[in-house]
């Protein structure tokens, strides 16, 4: 999968993940959006308005394209493997709830583990070629799960051991991705190219899910994995055509001298984060609810497919439908923040998930009565998320320094989905000792609160997103 959207990574739940990585319909609508507010909430006027409605729009930028095809293959092929992957765990191989939860931990270790490395790194290299080889080595990973179903020695330590690879391999990506937008567009342009990529993202999942509960029933959930695998190839075939060169970073130098250390890099990353009120405090919200969504979804499957069960089709067309929501999100969140203002839309879009995330708890055995209500969580969740994202990534991609992007992003993975792992455990372990539902409900809770870190902190009052010329960090 070409993390980052609102989706969890490969191989694990359809969830609707905070601070996806926005990098990563209808082409007027979207023009619209970036003439008529820049920057998700700032409103122009006299030269600058001319400046903005002069500007040609994205689709005929042809690096970017190649960039937004590459990320709409692969969510597209994504949705077979998210929905397919804990279906072979729980269905197919009958793992129980909490080695379902630890495949979902697992695929998420690789981000506690080597984000703040990987971001130093990242900061010192040329981020495309990392892409390219993100994506083909995510491909080779998935393509052995069919291939030992075949061979018949599937079983769940190979598929932990697939998601810890390719995990590893999206942090580098997913750090490179969202650090390689703002070298490829020019400031103003960052929204645009944000909610274009969330509108691809939105058809994406709103074909994908269905599609791949369809490929599950008729070719078997391991085969169907073979559709994504290939998604990958595509995708880093079409980003090794950009044609922008990146200059390779400058290494840093300290006060004597000599190159800094791969630590102090760290480090600085690190204090540039904590050390912004506004970064601190949308970090520990996006972190907060992504402790509850993923202590939900690491048992979700086990819920749906074995206590409620419910089809791998009926679900999948629910998350499908679903995604009506990311694309309503990607469509309004730029006027809304227009409108309303950058800081107002974080706080009502987060405080949002959390009673969409609680309707999973009133999700019955009846296919009939659980589609719909499924649907609307899900249509409530997508929209908060992709609103959520566009504005809070917009604002931090546009105030910090190209040379500081890679440290940035990763620190806030770091913290962000760093926690993910901790909630699929603690979701696991908790529902080894009270009932899947309440389980549920305790972490749909500590996901609702998240909105708290945002709404008492400074990032209320933002009206707009800084116009702030990018120099040293």
């Given at each position: 999968m070409r993390q980052g959207q609102t989706g969890s990574p490969v191989p694990g739940y359809h969830a609707r993940v905070l601070e996806s990585p926005v990098s990563s319909g209808d082409a007027n609508l979207v023009t619209d959006l970036a003439t008529e507010a820049v920057e998700a909430g700032a409103a122009p006027s006299g030269a600058a308005a001319a400046?903005?409605?002069?500007?040609?729009?994205?689709?005929?930028?042809?690096?970017?394209?190649?960039?937004?095809?590459?990320?709409?293959?692969?969510?597209?092929?994504?949705?077979?493997?998210?929905?397919?992957?804990?279906?072979?765990?729980?269905?197919?191989?009958?793992?129980?709830?909490?080695?379902?939860?630890?495949?979902?931990a697992i695929q998420m270790l690789p981000f506690l583990m080597f984000s703040l490395p990987a971001g130093a790194w990242l900061d010192r290299v040329r981020r495309r070629p990392v892409l390219i080889a993100g994506d083909l080595g995510r491909g080779a990973a998935l393509i052995t799960i069919p291939v030992a179903y075949a061979l018949g020695?599937?079983?769940?330590?190979?598929?932990?051991?697939?998601?810890?690879?390719?995990?590893?391999?999206?942090?580098?990506?997913?750090?490179?991705?969202?650090?390689?937008l703002p070298a490829l567009l020019e400031p103003d342009d960052l929204v645009e190219g944000n909610a274009k990529l969330q509108i691809s993202?939105?058809?994406?999942q709103?074909?994908?899910?269905?599609?791949?509960?369809?490929?599950?029933?008729?070719?078997?959930?391991?085969?169907?994995?073979?559709?994504?695998?290939?998604?990958?190839?595509?995708?880093?075939?079409?980003?090794?055509?950009?044609?922008?060169?990146?200059?390779?970073?400058?290494?840093?130098?300290?006060?004597?001298?000599?190159?800094t250390s791969l630590r102090h890099d760290i480090v600085e990353g690190l204090?540039?984060?904590?050390?912004?009120?506004?970064?601190?405090?949308?970090?520990?919200?996006?972190?907060?609810?992504?402790?509850?969504?993923?202590?939900?979804?690491?048992?979700?499957?086990?819920?749906?497919?074995?206590?409620?069960?419910?089809?791998?089709?009926?679900?999948?067309?629910?998350?499908?439908?679903?995604?009506?929501?990311?694309?309503?999100?990607?469509m309004?969140?730029?006027?809304?923040?227009?409108?309303?203002?950058?800081?107002?839309?974080?706080?009502?879009?987060?405080?949002?998930?959390?009673?969409?995330?609680?309707?999973?708890?009133?999700?019955?055995?009846?296919?009939?009565?659980?589609?719909?209500?499924?649907?609307?969580?899900?249509?409530?969740?997508?929209?908060?998320?992709?609103?959520?994202?566009v504005n809070q990534v917009s604002f931090r991609q546009a105030i910090t320094p190209l040379e500081m992007q890679g440290r940035m992003n990763a620190t806030m993975r770091f913290v962000v989905w760093g926690i993910m792992p901790v909630g699929a455990v603690l979701g696991g372990v908790t529902a080894s000792f009270?009932?899947?539902?309440?389980?549920?409900?305790?972490?749909?809770?500590?996901?609702?609160?998240?909105?708290?870190?945002?709404l008492f902190s400074p990032v209320r009052s933002l009206r707009e997103i800084p116009k702030q010329v990018r120099g040293p960090a």
């Open positions: 400046r903005a409605s002069q500007r040609p729009s994205l689709w005929r930028h042809a690096d970017y394209m190649k960039i937004w095809s590459a990320a709409t293959i692969s969510l597209m092929g994504s949705q077979v493997s998210q929905l397919a992957v804990p279906f072979i765990a729980a269905v197919t191989l009958h793992a129980t709830a909490f080695e379902v939860s630890l495949l979902a020695v599937l079983t769940i330590w190979q598929l932990y051991a697939v998601a810890f690879a390719a995990g590893l391999l999206t942090v580098f990506f997913d750090v490179a991705d969202q650090s390689y993202a939105s058809a994406a709103i074909v994908g899910p269905g599609a791949g509960g369809g490929m599950i029933a008729l070719v078997g959930a391991p085969f169907a994995i073979v559709a994504d695998a290939a998604s990958f190839v595509a995708s880093g075939g079409l980003i090794a055509l950009v044609r922008k060169h990146e200059p390779k970073p400058e290494r840093k130098r300290s006060a004597d001298g000599r190159h204090r540039y984060v904590l050390g912004d009120r506004h970064l601190r405090m949308i970090a520990a919200c996006t972190g907060t609810s992504n402790l509850g969504s993923s202590m939900v979804f690491a048992i979700f499957p086990v819920f749906a497919f074995v206590q409620l069960g419910l089809s791998a089709a009926l679900v999948g067309l629910a998350f499908g439908l679903g995604s009506f929501g990311i694309l309503a999100g990607a309004t969140a730029a006027p809304l923040s227009r409108r309303l203002g950058v800081g107002p839309m974080i706080v009502l879009s987060i405080l949002l998930s959390g009673p969409a995330l609680l309707l999973l708890v009133l999700l019955p055995s009846e296919p009939l009565v659980a589609g719909p209500l499924l649907l609307v969580s899900q249509l409530l969740l997508g929209y908060s998320a992709v609103v959520y994202n009270i009932p899947l539902r309440e389980t549920i409900l305790v972490a749909g809770l500590v996901s609702a609160a998240s909105f708290l870190w945002v």
